[in-house]
């Protein structure tokens, strides 16, 4: 068995621990770090349930070993608002929007959402579309999720 | 996924160290680390080439060098690809999702496996994950499986879109390997199955992907047209990949490349010479299909690609000559 060392910045804190190489970071947060906001989902890329921020850019943490993240910034969406009775902007477009129903995509939505509202240029409503194609929702709750981008493009009509 | 022994290379020649000693690369995984939970691959020891420094695009001559590292969301999104080869960031944005696409690379793209079903189900026969087993998909569930270049062992299509853009650029895989450095034209890359589909390339074990080039860009008109189930995030049924100048009201030139038709990114020399020197019209177009697809056999459920691929064929040309 082959085990590495792994450390790197996750929501703001440093962490670390020993890994097999064959550990998935989606099961390193879940099972070793206890950060279960990314959810496993199909477990083979496709749903976006896994979704993550790694070095600010949205990745599938099911189709990344643990390893491949060392030294770098990971966010889930533990990280994005400042304390337990807050809710990050775009959390709480969701929830006026009622942008979920069982909620288990969200939190993949949610980074996805995330990466593109801080890149520059910022994308429009189209580009925000798209780049949702990679999660899917088993509620078909997108509307909602529509509703978002329009308020999150608003000023950019 | 089974375990297995990881080392980061942190220059080529340390990767090729590794390949060398039987390892295999990993470079983003989306497709490696999918394949290895499923124990399709079952590599004992992986070599991670991310460290390499192989992910720069640089300008080479009048044409461009894509390091097999950068990132199909770096790629697609680079200033220079967008003005001078677009086709290439159309076929790359028509692939796969943005989270995908920030992790997957260059090199990585175009050893991509197939997506045939039972290629992917361990239970059922299949001559390119176990030689000599059989092909399930003959007499299958084969929608989505090739029309051109499949053989009795194997109709499993290569599915991606970016290399089908690489095919009508006439770029070059450059490799490094145990025999020094190779140049493989795109068109020379890919395996039809014949008798052996357990090998997608000609790549050779040991021999890595350290960059495409691309040549001067053609000044043409470029068009990705990706007809699949649905609108965005699947992969082709069909895709036509087309870099076209006209003049005169003629066509000059044209590079056509087609994807999900074939058992390999798909381009025929017939099919350009049939359109260069004509003026675009309907009929010139549907000749131009008779040729492609003079050849082309369907399974049952695939049939339906052949009159697809004319159509998507005939309605990318009337794009790409519109005056």
């Known amino acids: 068995?082959?085990?590495?060392?792994?450390?790197?910045?996750?929501?703001?804190?440093?962490?670390?621990?020993?890994?097999?190489?064959?550990?998935?970071?989606?099961?390193?947060?879940?099972?070793?770090?206890?950060?279960?906001?990314?959810?496993?989902?199909?477990?083979?890329?496709?749903?976006?349930?896994?979704t993550v921020l790694v070095e600010g850019q949205a990745v599938r943490s099911c189709l990344m070993l643990a390893v491949q993240a060392n030294g770098k910034t990971v966010e889930t969406v533990e990280g994005l608002s400042g304390g337990p009775k807050e809710l990050h902007p775009i959390q709480q477009l969701f929830r006026e929007e009622f942008a979920l129903q069982c909620g288990f995509c969200t939190p993949?939505?949610?980074?996805?959402?995330?990466?593109?509202?801080?890149?520059?240029?910022?994308?429009?409503?189209?580009?925000?579309?798209?780049?949702?194609?990679?999660?899917?929702?088993r509620c078909t709750g997108y509307q909602g999720v529509l509703r978002v981008i329009d308020r999150l493009t608003e000023d950019r009509k | 996924m089974k375990p297995f022994a990881l080392d980061h290379a942190a220059s080529p020649d340390?990767?090729?160290?590794?390949?060398?000693?039987?390892?295999?690369?990993?470079?983003?995984?989306?497709?490696?680390?999918?394949?290895?939970?499923?124990?399709?691959?079952?590599?004992?020891?992986?070599?991670s080439i991310r460290r390499t420094g192989l992910d720069r695009i640089a300008p080479d001559g009048d044409g461009l060098r894509i390091g097999a590292l950068v990132t199909n969301a770096d790629c697609a999104a680079d200033p220079r690809v967008r003005q001078?080869?677009?086709?290439?960031?159309?076929?790359?944005?028509?692939?796969?999702?943005?989270?995908?696409?920030?992790?997957?690379?260059?090199?990585?793209?175009?050893?991509?496996?197939?997506?045939?079903?039972?290629?992917?189900?361990?239970?059922q026969a299949c001559n390119k994950r176990e030689a000599g087993s059989g092909c399930a998909a003959r007499d299958g569930f084969n929608r989505i499986h090739a029309v051109l270049g499949t053989s009795d062992a194997c109709i499993a299509t290569y599915p991606g879109d970016m290399a089908v853009a690489l095919l009508a650029l006439d770029a070059v895989v450059l490799t490094q390997g145990p025999y020094g450095p190779r140049q493989i034209p795109l068109a020379m890359f890919h395996r039809e199955p014949g008798d052996d589909p357990t090998r997608d390339n000609v790549l050779q074990p040991g021999e890595l992907i350290t960059a495409v080039r691309l040549p001067?860009?053609?000044?043409?008109?470029?068009?990705?047209?990706?007809?699949?189930?649905?609108?965005?995030?699947?992969?082709?049924?069909?895709?036509?990949?087309?870099?076209?100048?006209?003049?005169?009201?003629r066509i000059a030139r044209c590079a056509l490349a087609f994807g999900s038709l074939g058992t390999v990114p798909?381009?025929?020399?017939?099919?350009?010479?049939?359109?260069?020197?004509?003026?675009?019209?309907?009929?010139?177009?549907?000749?131009?299909?008779?040729?492609?697809?003079?050849?082309?056999?369907?399974?049952?459920?695939?049939?339906?690609?052949?009159?697809?691929?004319?159509?998507?064929?005939?309605?990318?040309?009337?794009?790409?000559?519109?005056?």
């Open chain 1, 108 to 137: 993949g939505f949610l980074m996805t959402l995330v990466a593109l509202d801080r890149s520059e240029p910022r994308p429009n409503a189209a580009e925000m579309r798209e780049a949702l194609s990679g999660h899917l929702c």
């Open chain 2, 266 to 323: 798909w381009r025929d020399p017939a099919v350009e010479e049939v359109l260069i020197g004509q003026e675009p019209s309907p009929a010139l177009f549907a000749r131009a299909a008779e040729v492609l697809l003079h050849h082309a056999r369907g399974f049952g459920a695939n049939d339906f690609k052949i009159p697809l691929a004319a159509r998507a064929l005939a309605a990318t040309l009337a794009q790409a000559t519109k005056v």
């Open chain 2, 14 to 47: 340390a990767a090729l160290a590794a390949l060398g000693k039987g390892a295999t690369a990993i470079a983003g995984g989306t497709n490696l680390i999918d394949l290895m939970k499923l124990q399709i691959a079952t590599p004992e020891r992986l070599v």
């Open chain 1, 1 to 50: 068995m082959s085990l590495h060392f792994v450390e790197f910045e996750l929501n703001g804190c440093q962490i670390d621990g020993m890994v097999e190489a064959r550990r998935t970071l989606l099961d390193f947060l879940r099972c070793d770090v206890g950060c279960t906001g990314p959810h496993a989902g199909c477990e083979h890329g496709v749903c976006g349930a896994c």
């Open chain 2, 216 to 249: 001067a860009p053609t000044g043409g008109r470029q068009i990705y047209r990706k007809v699949r189930d649905r609108a965005s995030y699947a992969f082709a049924l069909v895709s036509v990949a087309v870099d076209l100048t006209m003049e005169e009201g």
């Open chain 2, 84 to 123: 001078d080869w677009p086709l290439l960031s159309q076929a790359i944005l028509a692939g796969a999702s943005p989270q995908l696409r920030n992790r997957a690379t260059t090199g990585g793209n175009l050893c991509q496996r197939t997506r045939c079903g039972y290629f992917y189900d361990t239970t």
